[in-house]
C-alpha cells in the first residue's frame, strides 16, 4: 500500500477513536455521580442524492447510485460515500466508480474538510479495473445556496485527480424542486485501465425537476448531457464508447 | 382570591373528581377528562381533580396512551392527564410536592419562575441527581411569591411529550387588580412524532419543517411589485449568507398541533363567563418550541402581570407570548356573545384556538390568520454584526446593517419585510440614553457608547440596539394595538435599586446549517467552567443576539429586571426574549447561593448546546 494511503488510514481510525463527543467539565460543584444536565448526541444519516435508471440516446441503459451516509457530532463526522453504476446488458457486474472512506472535520460555518481513503472497482466482482487512492475533499455550501463537493485523488499507483460537483435547488413550490448540477473530472495523470487521460476528462451537466412527497422520499425526471475531452475521449472512442451524449432518467432521492 | 369564587360546580360532581383525585393515578383518564383545571367554568381556585391544591401535592409521572386531538398518542402524563395537573400553592406556605416516577428513565420536574432553595429547582446535575425510574422525590420550599407560573421537566426532551402544567400562587395580600373570575389557558406544541426524531430531522436536514419558504413564484411577484434590481438585490443577499429570510421557527404545524389547555383547535377548549364579568386569564406558553400571538378579537385585553409579577394596566388588543413567558391579562366581555381566543404561531404556520362564551357549544368566527413574513434588515444586521463573514455582503451598506437609518436602505426590500414598521423603527426612545446618538449603531458599538458615555448606563436605561417597542417579526403595529416590553412596568421599585457593579456580556450565537446553538460560540459541552456571580453583587447582564432566531433566555434562581427604559420601574421576569440582532440587558441581585441553569428555553435549542450553569458564591 502507498504510504499516503497508509497515513491517511491512520488519520481516519484516529478520527474514529476521539470522535465521541466528550463531554467537557464545566467545573461548577456537583456530585459525581449525578449526571450532566445536557448530553451532546452524534446523529447519523444516509442520503441516496440520486438514485436513478438512465436511458441515454446512444449508449447503455444503466442504473446509477450517488450515496453518502455520515456518523458523528457536530464538528466531527465519518463518512461513507458512493457513486457507481450498473450498466445493463454489457455483461458485467455492477462498478463503484468510487466507494469512499472519510472522516470530516467542521472548518467553516458552511464547509467540511474531508480526507480518507477510495476505492474504485467491481462490487463483489473482477469484472472492472480496480484501484485504491488516497481522497481529500471539501464538501459545503457556497454563496447562494450551492451544494459543493471538491475532491482530489492520489491513486495507488501515484496518479493525481480531481473532481468538482456542484448543485443547486431552485425552489418551484413548496414541494417541487428543479435541481441543476454538474460535474467536471480533470487528471493530472494518464490512467488508461479506468479510461482516464491527461486534462480534462469529462464534464457532465443535469437536470432534474423532483418532487418531495415528504422531505425524506422524492421522486424525479430529468435530463442530462456528458462529453469528454482529449485523450479521455479517445479512450472512450477506443473503447467503443461515445465522447458525447445526452439523456434521460428517472429516480428518487431518498433520505434515512 | 375571593372573589374569583362566584360560581361553584354542582357538588356531585366535583365530589366524583375528587374521589378519582384521592385514587390517583389515571382517573383523569378513566373519567375520560382533559387536564382538568381546563374547566370550562373556571373555577380553578376550587375545583376538584384538576386542581393539586397545595401544600402537600403529589404527582405520578407516566408514559401512557391518551388522545390528542382525536388520534391515538403516547404522552408522559401527570397524575393521568397530559398536560399535568394544575398546581394551587399560596404565598407563605411551605410547600411538599412528592414527583414519583413511573417512567422507565430518569425525569424531573422544574418550577419555573419559582425562587427557591438550588437544590429544589429540579435541573438533574445542577440542582439534584434527578428522579430515578420507580423514585419519588420530595421537594419542599417555601413559597414566598404569587402569580401565574407553570412547571415542566427539565429531563432530556421530556417537555416535549407534554410532561408540564401550570402553577399558580395566590397571593397573600390583596392584588392591584380585582376579577370575578379566572381561567388558565396553557399553550403547547403536540407532535406525534418522537421528540428525538424531531431532534435528529433538525440535526440533520435543515428546513425539515418549513413549508413556507419563498419560491420562484414569490420572487417574481416581489419583481412586478418593485422591480428587478431591487428584488434581486435582496434576495441576493439571503442567498449569498445561505440563509432564509422565512426562517422564523424551526419545528412548524407541519409537525405540531397547537394545543390549549390540552385541545386541539377542533375541540375548541371553551372557558365560559357571565357578561359583565372581569375575567383574569393566566395565559402561560408551555410550548416547547412554539412563540404564539394572542388576540381575542372584540376583546380588549389589559395586561396585569407578566411573567407572575404584576406590572402597571397595558390595554391590548394582541400580546406576543415567547416560549416559558406567562402574562395574565383582564377582559371584561359585556355582552352575551361567543369570543374566539386566537393563538397564531409567530412563523403563521398554525394557530391554537379557544372559545370565551357564555354557553357551552357556543362558538366565535375565526379570524383570517396572516400570512408568514420575511425577516428585515434588523436580523440581517445582527448576522453581520456577528463577524461572520462580511466580504458575502458587498453591495450593502454597512453604515445601515442593524441602523435604524432609512436613508441607506433605500433601494431594499421593504414591502418584503412583511409587517415590519418601519414607524416604529424611528420610536426608539433615546431619552434614557444621555447624550449619545445610538440611533444607526445598535449592537456593533456598545463598548464605544458607553466609553463615551463616561462609564455605564443608567440603571433601567434601553441598551442601544434594543427593540423595546417593537413586537418582532409578522406584527403590523398599525392594525392594532400589540404589547411591547416597553410597555412593561412595575408598580414599585424592586428592593434592590444598587446601580450594576459591573457588566456581563453574552452573545447569543449558532450554526443553523448544522443546528449549533450556544452562548458566545461555545455549546456547553465546550465550555470549561460555570458563568460565576459574585454572592449578592448586582450585575448587569447584556445579551446579544448574533443569529437570525428569536430566543428565550430563562435565567434559574434569581429574577432578570429588564431594562426597558422604566428607570426605577423596570419589570421582573424569568424569560427575557431576544429577537435577531437586539441587545437586551438586564438587573440581577446573585442573591442565590448555589448552581443555576441558563439557557435558551426553545428545547431544541437547549439540548444542542444553548446552556450554561451560572454559580452564584
Known amino acids: 500500500?502507498?504510504?499516503?494511503?497508509?497515513?491517511?488510514?491512520?488519520?481516519?481510525?484516529?478520527?474514529?477513536?476521539?470522535?465521541?463527543?466528550?463531554?467537557?467539565?464545566?467545573?461548577?460543584?456537583?456530585?459525581?455521580?449525578?449526571?450532566?444536565?445536557?448530553?451532546e448526541h452524534n446523529m447519523a444519516m444516509a442520503l441516496f442524492e440520486r438514485l436513478e435508471y438512465a436511458v441515454p440516446d446512444k449508449g447503455e441503459e444503466a442504473l446509477i447510485w450517488d450515496f453518502q451516509a455520515w456518523y458523528g457530532g457536530d464538528v466531527n463526522r465519518l463518512y461513507l460515500k458512493s457513486e457507481g453504476e450498473s450498466v445493463q446488458g454489457d455483461g458485467e457486474d455492477a462498478e463503484f466508480e468510487s466507494l469512499e472512506f472519510?472522516?470530516?472535520?467542521?472548518?467553516?460555518?458552511?464547509?467540511?474538510?474531508?480526507?480518507?481513503i477510495g476505492y474504485q472497482g467491481g462490487v463483489f466482482s473482477d469484472d472492472h479495473a480496480e484501484r485504491t487512492y488516497a481522497v481529500i475533499g471539501l464538501q459545503g455550501v457556497m454563496p447562494y445556496g450551492i451544494e459543493t463537493d471538491l475532491a482530489l485523488q492520489v491513486s495507488d499507483e501515484g496518479d493525481v485527480s480531481a473532481s468538482l460537483e456542484g448543485e443547486y435547488d431552485l425552489r418551484l413550490t413548496q414541494r417541487l424542486y428543479l435541481q441543476p448540477r454538474t460535474e467536471i473530472a480533470v487528471a493530472a495523470d494518464e490512467a488508461e485501465a479506468f479510461g482516464v487521460g491527461e486534462g480534462l476528462n469529462s464534464v457532465r451537466v443535469g437536470l432534474r425537476l423532483r418532487y418531495e412527497i415528504t422531505r425524506r422520499v422524492a421522486p424525479y425526471l430529468g435530463t442530462y448531457w456528458e462529453k469528454r475531452y482529449g485523450e479521455t475521449a479517445d479512450l472512450a472512442r477506443a473503447d467503443g464508447d461515445r465522447s458525447e451524449d445526452t439523456g434521460v432518467v428517472a429516480g428518487i432521492r431518498l433520505m434515512f | 382570591m375571593a372573589s374569583s369564587r362566584v360560581i361553584t360546580q354542582p357538588l356531585?360532581?366535583?365530589?366524583?373528581?375528587?374521589?378519582?383525585?384521592?385514587?390517583?393515578?389515571?382517573?383523569?383518564?378513566?373519567?375520560g377528562l382533559r387536564p382538568s383545571w381546563a374547566d370550562p367554568w373556571g373555577q380553578t381556585s376550587t375545583y376538584a381533580k384538576g386542581i393539586e391544591e397545595g401544600p402537600e401535592v403529589s404527582l405520578a409521572i407516566r408514559r401512557e396512551s391518551l388522545p390528542i386531538a382525536g388520534?391515538?398518542?403516547?404522552?408522559?402524563?401527570?397524575?393521568?392527564?397530559?398536560?399535568?395537573?394544575?398546581?394551587?400553592?399560596?404565598?407563605?406556605?411551605?410547600?411538599?410536592?412528592?414527583?414519583?416516577?413511573?417512567?422507565?428513565?430518569?425525569?424531573?420536574?422544574?418550577?419555573?419562575?419559582?425562587?427557591?432553595?438550588?437544590?429544589?429547582?429540579?435541573?438533574?446535575?445542577?440542582?439534584f441527581a434527578g428522579i430515578a425510574?420507580?423514585?419519588?422525590?420530595?421537594?419542599?420550599?417555601?413559597?414566598?411569591?404569587?402569580?401565574?407560573?407553570?412547571?415542566?421537566?427539565?429531563?432530556?426532551?421530556?417537555?416535549?411529550?407534554?410532561?408540564?402544567?401550570?402553577?399558580?400562587?395566590?397571593?397573600?395580600?390583596?392584588?392591584?387588580?380585582?376579577?370575578?373570575?379566572?381561567?388558565?389557558?396553557?399553550?403547547?406544541?403536540?407532535?406525534?412524532?418522537?421528540?428525538?426524531?424531531?431532534?435528529?430531522?433538525?440535526?440533520?436536514?435543515?428546513?425539515?419543517?418549513?413549508?413556507?419558504?419563498?419560491?420562484?413564484?414569490?420572487?417574481?411577484?416581489?419583481?412586478?411589485?418593485?422591480?428587478?434590481?431591487?428584488?434581486?438585490?435582496?434576495?441576493?443577499?439571503?442567498?449569498?449568507?445561505?440563509?432564509?429570510?422565512?426562517?422564523?421557527?424551526?419545528?412548524?404545524?407541519?409537525?405540531?398541533?397547537?394545543?390549549?389547555n390540552g385541545h386541539s383547535p377542533e375541540e375548541n377548549w371553551t372557558a365560559l363567563f357571565r357578561a359583565g364579568e372581569r375575567i383574569r386569564l393566566?395565559?402561560?406558553?408551555?410550548?416547547?418550541?412554539?412563540?404564539?400571538?394572542?388576540?381575542?378579537?372584540?376583546?380588549?385585553?389589559?395586561?396585569?402581570?407578566?411573567?407572575?409579577?404584576?406590572?402597571?394596566?397595558?390595554?391590548?388588543?394582541?400580546?406576543?407570548?415567547?416560549?416559558?413567558?406567562?402574562?395574565?391579562?383582564?377582559?371584561?366581555?359585556?355582552?352575551?356573545?361567543?369570543?374566539?381566543?386566537?393563538?397564531?404561531?409567530?412563523?403563521?404556520?398554525?394557530?391554537?384556538?379557544?372559545?370565551?362564551?357564555?354557553?357551552e357549544g357556543m362558538t366565535a368566527e375565526l379570524p383570517e390568520r396572516r400570512r408568514i413574513a420575511d425577516r428585515g434588515m434588523e436580523a440581517m444586521g445582527a448576522h453581520g454584526m456577528a463577524g461572520m463573514d462580511h466580504s458575502t455582503m458587498e453591495g450593502m451598506d454597512h453604515s445601515g446593517i442593524g441602523g435604524m437609518d432609512h436613508s441607506t436602505m433605500e433601494g431594499m426590500d421593504h414591502s418584503g419585510m412583511g409587517g415590519m414598521d418601519h414607524s416604529s423603527m424611528e420610536g426608539m426612545d433615546r431619552s434614557n440614553m444621555p447624550g449619545m446618538d445610538h440611533s444607526n449603531r445598535p449592537g456593533i458599538s456598545g463598548e464605544q457608547d458607553r466609553i463615551a458615555a463616561g462609564g455605564m448606563l443608567a440603571a433601567g436605561a434601553a441598551q442601544p440596539g434594543s427593540r423595546y417597542d417593537q413586537a418582532g417579526i409578522g406584527i403590523d403595529p398599525d392594525e392594532r394595538r400589540v404589547l411591547v416590553y416597553r410597555d412593561l412596568k412595575a408598580f414599585t421599585p424592586w428592593p434592590d435599586r444598587r446601580e450594576p457593579g459591573r457588566e456581563l456580556e453574552l452573545h447569543l450565537t449558532g450554526n443553523m446549517e448544522r443546528y449549533m446553538w450556544?452562548?458566545?460560540?461555545?455549546?456547553?459541552?465546550?465550555?470549561?467552567?460555570?458563568?460565576?456571580?459574585?454572592?449578592?453583587?448586582?450585575?448587569?447582564?447584556?445579551?446579544?443576539?448574533?443569529?437570525?432566531?428569536?430566543?428565550?433566555?430563562?435565567?434559574?434562581?434569581?429574577?432578570?429586571?429588564?431594562?426597558?427604559?422604566?428607570?426605577?420601574?423596570?419589570?421582573?421576569?424569568?424569560t427575557l426574549n431576544v429577537k435577531p440582532g437586539e441587545r437586551v440587558s438586564a438587573l440581577i441581585t446573585a442573591d442565590a447561593v448555589g448552581s443555576w441553569a441558563f439557557h435558551c428555553h426553545l428545547l431544541y435549542h437547549m439540548d444542542a448546546g444553548m446552556f450554561r450553569v451560572v454559580e452564584v458564591s
Do not use: C
Not at chain 2, 335 to 358: H, K, Q, V, W
Open chain 1, 1 to 39: 500500500m502507498n504510504p499516503r494511503i497508509s497515513l491517511t488510514v491512520a488519520g481516519a481510525l484516529l478520527a474514529m477513536a476521539t470522535l465521541p463527543t466528550a463531554q467537557a467539565e464545566d467545573g461548577y460543584d456537583a456530585p459525581a455521580d449525578w449526571p450532566a444536565p445536557m448530553v
Open chain 1, 102 to 116: 472519510l472522516y470530516s472535520h467542521l472548518v467553516a460555518d458552511f464547509w467540511e474538510l474531508q480526507g480518507g
Open chain 2, 12 to 31: 356531585s360532581r366535583r365530589q366524583l373528581l375528587k374521589g378519582g383525585a384521592a385514587l390517583g393515578l389515571g382517573s383523569a383518564a378513566a373519567l
Open chain 2, 71 to 127: 388520534q391515538e398518542a403516547h404522552p408522559i402524563s401527570i397524575n393521568g392527564g397530559s398536560p399535568g395537573p394544575l398546581i394551587r400553592l399560596r404565598e407563605g406556605q411551605d410547600a411538599v410536592l412528592r414527583v414519583t416516577n413511573l417512567l422507565d428513565e430518569p425525569t424531573s420536574i422544574h418550577w419555573h419562575g419559582l425562587i427557591l432553595p438550588p437544590g429544589m429547582d429540579g435541573v438533574p446535575g445542577i440542582s
Open chain 2, 133 to 260: 425510574p420507580g423514585e419519588t422525590f420530595t421537594y419542599r420550599f417555601p413559597v414566598r411569591q404569587n402569580g401565574t407560573y407553570w412547571y415542566h421537566s427539565h429531563s432530556g426532551l421530556q417537555e416535549q411529550l407534554g410532561h408540564a402544567g401550570p402553577l399558580i400562587i395566590d397571593a397573600a395580600e390583596r392584588e392591584p387588580f380585582r376579577y370575578d373570575r379566572e381561567h388558565v389557558l396553557l399553550l403547547t406544541d403536540w407532535t406525534f412524532e418522537e421528540p428525538m426524531a424531531v431532534f435528529r430531522n433538525l440535526k440533520t436536514a435543515e428546513g425539515y419543517y418549513n413549508f413556507q419558504e419563498r419560491t420562484v413564484a414569490d420572487f417574481f411577484a416581489d419583481v412586478r411589485e418593485r422591480g428587478f434590481a431591487a428584488t434581486a438585490e435582496q434576495r441576493g443577499m439571503w442567498a449569498r449568507m445561505r440563509m432564509s429570510s422565512r426562517d422564523i421557527a424551526d419545528v412548524t404545524g407541519s409537525t405540531y398541533t397547537y394545543l390549549i
Open chain 2, 282 to 359: 393566566r395565559i402561560i406558553n408551555g410550548s416547547a418550541m412554539s412563540y404564539f400571538d394572542v388576540r381575542i378579537p372584540g376583546l380588549r385585553m389589559t395586561v396585569v402581570a407578566a411573567d407572575g409579577q404584576p406590572v402597571q394596566p397595558v390595554p391590548v388588543d394582541e400580546f406576543r407570548i415567547a416560549v416559558a413567558e406567562t402574562y395574565d391579562v383582564l377582559v371584561a366581555p359585556e355582552n352575551d356573545t361567543a369570543y374566539t381566543l386566537f393563538a397564531e404561531s409567530m412563523d403563521r404556520s398554525g394557530y391554537a384556538r379557544a372559545t370565551l362564551a357564555p354557553r
Open chain 2, 518 to 574: 450556544s452562548f458566545d460560540g461555545r455549546k456547553f459541552s465546550e465550555v470549561s467552567g460555570p458563568i460565576h456571580f459574585a454572592k449578592d453583587e448586582r450585575l448587569r447582564l447584556i445579551l446579544i443576539n448574533d443569529t437570525m432566531m428569536e430566543h428565550p433566555i430563562h435565567l434559574h434562581g434569581m429574577w432578570m429586571e429588564l431594562e426597558n427604559g422604566q428607570g426605577e420601574l423596570i419589570p421582573r421576569k424569568h
